[in-house]
């Protein structure tokens, strides 16, 4: 430097201190460049800048400051900014902010550390000759603090006077230093986890870099001595690893996160070891109750198969994270450590079981040892399986499952899930395998058997209604039956199609249907009627007989000492016209609209006396024709047809049909007197009793199938939400 | 005149069956949808018609010598009929379908007919045995005339297990019996 070319700089740089604090901040930035490259006196201009009230001068100055009294940090954002810094020097749009902090961290700290030898213009032109700058992070950070640089206090005092100005960037490092709102800096590594959010946001004042945010993040993993929150970046970590499908760091990351007591950490663990192990009950409503059927399901088994692998990996699943069972860790260590030590051998390779096994050991049980594990196991911490079970999954033991679900339309839809997921069945898990493939045919047997029975009630149901307009046809003609007819057997169509398809379509629709001017007795008189046309039909008349038979032998038209296999040989002429008038005289009943007690007085003398208890005062309403109607017209014909098929009673006992509430259900009851010879005279094949049960089961109601004697009670209860 | 024992229950229709059977033999006035008047009538044309197990098992027992020339079986009968089951079911339910009365009269009932319905499927299997074996009846003149089609394969099964020669088992899609 010449003489002449120092008076000038001495000239300008007193032009420059008497009046232009923007000229000064420039200056300052002159003097880290590489051919003027003097830190002490860029700092002392950018000062002078500050203190005549230059907004980004003031910035500048009070991050600088920040940056020096926190060095992880510092070094952090170095690693980044070289970057921008050289992106934006290619575009001419240099932020002067960060490139002035950069080169004056570089120069003064590092530089003079005598650490690193590095060229700052090269730096600032070419990212690429920044050689060795990890070096350069690890000497920021263990670089001591320069005696005369000013610390925290004085960087908030900067950065809040070029707040004072709107300066953004100022309000968003604020933002980050002060403690909810409070004038105190808050740690280094506070600071780092709200800068992480800011960066991975792109908060005001932040351009979003995941980099620099999971950077912030995984310093305070490493380094923290506030277990807090080195736990709490360790999870966030293992998250984010998770995420991206780095599960061996994932999960090394969320066994330091447990270790710092985290609890999220704790949490996703067990709901990585429950979905894995029970993921058909862990997400259930009742899942402790699921849970506790496990563990007696497992205690059971364990008696007779102390070496099963699945078995005492799902009974350590219970142990570990005390579900069914009270908690305990070295239950289930031991559990676990059965599956590693001695199991192993006999499988090939490594499995999901044995690394899920290994991972708890390692955690739990004081076992340093590198974790080993699998991709296929890290897919089971990400809250893409944890939340959305897809296709993915694994079931460790199926045959538990199966027992659970007491249902065939559950067993099948697991079955469906079951054939989608991969296996984890090995050579030795065979035996099991092949246990769940033979509880599914079993399933399999009794679905294809209740769709048999649901198909064959549907075709029954339907003759009623079929039967009165093949009666009308060749009669009366009368318009209104055929629209009531098409009406029952349009609204059975309805109920059997949801039982089909969806049973909790058809709980709600029962629920929503409360409202209408139907009730009980309109139903039940329309149901009666129905009955009546079939029951009284040629076709039906079979099921009856021994009305026939018994009104026969009262009125003196045969013997009273008449046996069946006689009347039927020599009497049928006598059933056939005694039908005939029957089925004529109920129809003229019909066409007469007589009232239900006329009605019911017919039958009275004909069959038996049907007393009704509680149907006029039950205060249920729907519409007609809706889906309660036809639910309780399926009901009633059912209970109806089997008390005419199978009365029977010397002393002309009633048949009390009975409607109350009770426990919160409304129950529907029917006491019919009957004797052993009715009721096995085979006019039924069973199944209705078959059909209520599928259909209460679907609904959520109670059936009591009758014992076979000879008064027996049925009844069908009906939750109170379903109809009132 | 040759005489015939046709064991069959009408579980369909029993116009049509009988027609099916006996449609090249009688005019369609004697098919009616009340199989008692089926039987009333063919027996006075020397076709005596059983509708259950237990009265075709009768009928076995006690009238062959009414000279029956030919049996026609139905494979699925019910056990018995109207008037309840006898002591000759009962026998033969315990000792081949596994049935031990109970003292408990409910349980009896449900045993008994759990026992009946296995019956049931092979009744006319139990009939046939009792002719060829006991009653040494010509086996030529038996046909078996069954709604069942898929118990095919069941049917062969089950006579190769008892050493018996298989009938020659005609279908309905066959293009003799079309």
Redesign the interface.
């Known amino acids: 430097m010449t003489e002449n070319t120092t008076r000038i700089q001495a000239d300008m740089e007193k032009q420059v201190n008497e009046c232009d604090a923007q000229r000064q901040f420039e200056l300052a930035l002159k003097y880290v460049s590489a051919s003027e490259e003097n830190p002490e006196l860029a700092l002392k201009w950018l000062r002078q800048s500050a203190e005549n009230g230059y907004a980004e001068a003031q910035f500048t100055l009070g991050l600088f400051y920040l940056l020096n009294s926190h060095r992880r940090l510092a070094s952090i954002l170095m690693r980044w900014w070289v970057y921008d810094i050289s992106d934006q020097a290619k575009t001419g749009t240099v932020d002067s902010s960060k490139l002035l902090i950069y080169c004056l961290i570089i120069q003064l700290i590092v530089n003079r550390s005598g650490r690193v030898e590095l060229n700052t213009s090269a730096a600032i032109e070419n990212p690429n000759a920044i050689y060795g700058f990890p070096g350069n992070a690890s000497a920021i950070k263990n670089s001591l603090q320069i005696d005369n640089v000013p610390n925290d206090e004085s960087a908030v005092f900067w950065l809040e006077r070029a707040n004072q100005q709107n300066n953004i960037e100022a309000a968003s490092w604020l933002k980050q230093c002060y403690q909810d709102g409070i004038n105190v800096i808050p740690s280094e590594n506070i600071i780092l986890m709200r800068l992480h959010e800011a960066y991975l946001t792109g908060e005001s004042g932040f351009a979003k870099n995941e980099d620099i945010a999971f950077a912030c993040l995984k310093e305070v993993a490493d380094y923290s001595e506030d277990d807090v929150l080195a736990g709490e970046a360790s999870y966030i970590l293992a998250e984010n690893c998770f995420e991206e499908k780095r599960y061996r760091t994932g999960l090394g990351y969320l066994r330091a996160a447990i270790q710092f007591e985290n609890a999220q950490a704790k949490q996703r663990l067990e709901k990585a070891y429950l979905s894995f192990t029970f993921s058909e009950f862990c997400n259930r409503d009742d899942a402790k109750q699921c849970y506790q059927y496990a563990y007696n399901w497992l205690s059971e088994r364990l008696k007779n198969d102390t070496s099963s692998i699945e078995l005492n990996f799902a009974l350590g699943v219970l142990l570990a994270f005390g579900k069914g069972i009270k908690q305990d860790k070295m239950g289930a260590l031991k559990c676990f450590g059965i599956y590693v030590e001695d199991a192993l051998d006999s499988i090939d390779g490594p499995n999901a079981l044995k690394c899920f096994a290994d991972i708890y050991v390692k955690i739990f049980g004081n076992n340093d040892k590198k974790l080993e594990i699998i991709d296929d196991v890290g897919l089971y911490f990400s809250s893409e399986y944890i939340n959305n079970k897809g296709n993915q999954n694994y079931f460790v033991l199926p045959s538990l499952v199966f027992d659970f679900y007491d249902d065939i339309n559950l067993a099948r839809d697991f079955n469906r899930r079951l054939e989608k997921a991969k296996g984890i069945f090995h050579a030795n898990s065979i035996q099991r395998e092949l246990e769940w493939k033979q509880k599914y045919a079993e399933f399999e047997v009794r679905r294809t058997k209740e769709l048999e029975e649901i198909m064959s009630m549907f075709a029954h149901k339907f003759r009623s209604p079929l039967d009165a307009i093949i009666y009308n046809t060749t009669h009366d003609n009368q318009p209104a039956l055929y629209a009531e007819a098409a009406q029952t057997m349009r609204g059975l169509l309805d109920v059997f199609s949801i039982i089909s398809t969806d049973e909790i379509v058809l709980k709600e629709r029962l629920k929503q249907d409360n409202q209408g001017n139907s009730n009980l007795m309109a139903v039940f008189g329309a149901t009666l009627d129905m009955i009546m046309l079939h029951l009284l039909s ?2 039906g008349s079979e099921k009856i ?2 009305h026939y038979m018994a009104y026969a032998k009262a009125q003196g038209l045969c013997d009273a000492d008449v ?3 006689i009347w ?2 020599d009497f ?1 002429e006598l059933e ?1 016209e005694l039908q005939n008038e029957w089925q004529q005289a109920y129809a003229h009943l019909l066409a007469e609209s007589a009232n239900l007690a006329t009605r019911l007085h017919w039958l009275e003398q004909r069959f038996f006396k049907l007393e009704l208890k509680g149907f006029d005062s039950a205060d249920i309403h729907f519409k007609e024709h809706g889906i309660t109607a036809s639910f309780l017209t399926i009901l009633l014909n059912e209970i109806l047809v089997n008390a005419f098929k199978y009365y029977s009673s010397k002393d002309k006992q009633p048949v009390t049909l009975q409607w109350l509430e009770r426990d919160g259900y409304q129950v529907l009851s029917c006491r019919n007197p009957s004797t ?2 009715e ?4 006019k039924g094949s ?1 199944r209705g009793h078959t059909f209520l049960s599928a259909l209460a089961r679907k609904t959520g109601s109670v059936f009591s199938k009758p ?3 000879d008064d027996f009670v049925l009844e069908f209860a009906i939750a109170n939400e379903l109809l009132i | 005149m040759s005489y015939f024992l046709w064991v069959e229950d009408f579980e369909n229709s029993p116009k049509v069956t009988a027609s099916n059977v006996f449609g090249g033999v009688f005019n369609d006035d004697f098919f009616v949808e009340d199989k008692r008047a089926i039987k009333k009538s063919f027996k006075n044309h020397g076709v005596f018609v059983e509708l259950n197990f237990q009265d075709g098992f009768g009928f076995i027992q006690s009238g062959l010598d009414k000279k029956i020339d030919y049996v026609i079986l139905d494979i699925d009968l019910p056990a018995y009929g109207a008037d309840g089951i006898n002591e000759h079911v009962l026998q033969l339910l315990t000792d081949f379908e596994n049935y031990q009365a109970h003292e408990d009269e409910t349980e009896d009932e449900q045993l008994q007919q759990k026992a009946c319905a296995e019956l049931k499927k092979i009744a006319g299997f139990y009939l046939y045995t009792k002719l060829v074996v006991e009653l040494g009846f010509p086996k030529q003149h038996i046909l078996f005339c069954s709604n069942h089609g898929e118990n095919t394969k069941t049917i062969q099964e089950a006579f190769k297990t008892a050493k018996i020669s298989l009938p020659k088992i005609h279908q309905k899609s066959d293009a003799d019996v079309q």
Do not use: E, I, L, T
Not at chain 1, 679 to 682: D, E, L
């Open positions: 040629v076709s007989q021994q046996s069946y296999k039927n040989d049928f056939h052993k010879s009721r096995v005279a085979q069973g014992k076979p004697q």
